[in-house]
């Protein structure tokens, strides 16, 4: 599996943004698709999760109202459409991915032990 995200740069407070990760590969399409950032300094953290086979989603509190998770299965690429940005949403974006169902890819994602992941795109709120 691979993942290949775009979308990031620099952005005002209050403006918007949206990233996109195409999923590819070979094998089956997982199902559990996630976004997670990485400020300096900090540790990795999952911002909104869906589960395509149930479109089932999970959003952190941080975000919630103002981002939105998305998966387009025709082109099998996942969205994040992030309202409202503010300083603190200043991190590197990652797209991750896993063949986990329900219950299983909000753990794995609260976890942080989802198996594919992308090399990231930098989303700057200044």
């Known amino acids: 599996v691979q993942l290949v995200e775009s979308g990031g740069g620099s952005v005002q407070p209050g403006g918007s943004r949206t990233l996109s990760c195409v999923v590819s590969?070979?094998?089956?399409?997982?199902?559990?698709l996630a976004w997670f950032r990485q400020a300096p300094g900090k540790e990795r953290e999952g911002v909104a999760t869906i589960y395509v086979g149930g479109r089932s989603v999970y959003y952190d509190d941080s975000v919630k109202g103002r981002f939105t998770i998305a998966h387009d299965n025709a082109t099998n690429t996942l969205y994040l459409r992030m309202n409202s940005l503010k300083p603190e949403d200043t991190a590197m974006y990652y797209c991750?991915?896993?063949?986990?169902?329900?219950?299983?890819?909000?753990?794995?994602?609260?976890?942080?032990?989802?198996?594919?992941w992308g090399q990231g795109t930098q989303v700057t709120v200044s």
């Open positions: 991750a991915a896993d063949h986990l169902g329900g219950s299983d890819c909000l753990l794995a994602t609260m976890d942080d032990t989802l198996n594919y």
């Open positions: 590969g070979n094998s089956a399409n997982p199902r559990c």
